[in-house]
Antibody, heavy 119, light 107 residues
Framework: EVQLLESGGDLVQPGGSLRLSCAAS????????MNWVRQAPGRGLECVSS????????YYAESVKGRFTISRDNSENTVYLQMNSLRAEDTALYYC????????????WGRGTLVTVSS | EIVLTQSPATLSLSPGERATLSCRAS??????LAWYQQKPGQAPRLLMY???HRPGGIPARFSGSGSGTDFTLTISSLEPEDFAVYYC?????????FGQGTRLEIK
């Protein structure tokens, strides 16, 4: 069974840092592009970052560019999102997601991990 | 960046009725559009890809159409479990963008 399990969400002060993890199982992780999608409370969806199968190519939304870093460890079947200089507007549920066909759609989602940025 | 605009923001219908949800792109995206359904407390679920293709397990009452800049998601006869929020998404390339969502509520 395919599973994505996010962790690392927490309450953090503005300007602080956090690292999210997404542990994957049930599929050949190293063959798939991985993505982080977030949803602020009561709001819509925003794809914040994606990473290629080898990790060589990364993508970032303008809203997080220069502050967030995506990475992956194919030996551990895990993708990470390092979040620095956090702002109140980064408060959201962060989902890990991927596409069965390695296209820019999201067939499979985790349950999300909540990041709250507040003093 | 290509912007997706969904309409209406809220749609109030009764079970058994037909629902028509729209998504308009600010530039042509051919048929590179996906639709998602999200229920409270759940992650989104992929309903449609490449504008009109249903993934396995999605009921046939859901259909998608459109190309270029105008797209439609149709639910032929609403079931109680269909009342949710629906998002469209550009799946052509980065940046990946979503519409703001249409809330389908029970009338």
């Amino acid at each position: 069974e395919v599973q994505l399990l996010e962790s690392g969400g927490d309450l953090v002060q503005p300007g602080g840092s956090l690292r999210l993890s997404c542990a994957a199982s049930g599929f050949t992780f190293s063959n798939y592009v991985m993505n982080w999608v977030r949803q602020a409370p009561g709001r819509g969806l925003e794809c914040v970052s994606s990473i290629s199968t080898t990790g060589e190519t990364t993508y970032y939304a303008e809203s997080v560019k220069g502050r967030f870093t995506i990475s992956r460890d194919n030996s551990e079947n895990t993708v990470y999102l390092q979040m620095n200089s956090l702002r109140a507007e980064d408060t959201a549920l962060y989902y890990c997601a991927y596409s069965y066909s390695n296209t820019w759609q999201f067939d499979c989602w985790g349950r999300g991990t909540l990041v709250t940025v507040s003093s | 960046e290509i912007v997706l605009t969904q309409s209406p923001a809220t749609l109030s219908l009764s079970p058994g009725e037909r629902a028509t949800l729209s998504c308009r792109a600010s530039q042509s995206i051919s048929t590179h559009l996906a639709w998602y359904q999200q229920k409270p407390g759940q992650a989104p679920r992929l309903l449609m890809y490449e504008a009109s293709h249903r993934p396995g397990g999605i009921p046939a009452r859901f259909s998608g159409s459109g190309s270029g800049t105008d797209f439609t998601l149709t639910i032929s006869s609403l079931e109680p479990e269909d009342f949710a929020v629906y998002y469209c998404q550009k799946r052509l390339d980065w940046p990946i963008t979503f519409g703001q969502g249409t809330r389908l509520e029970i009338k």
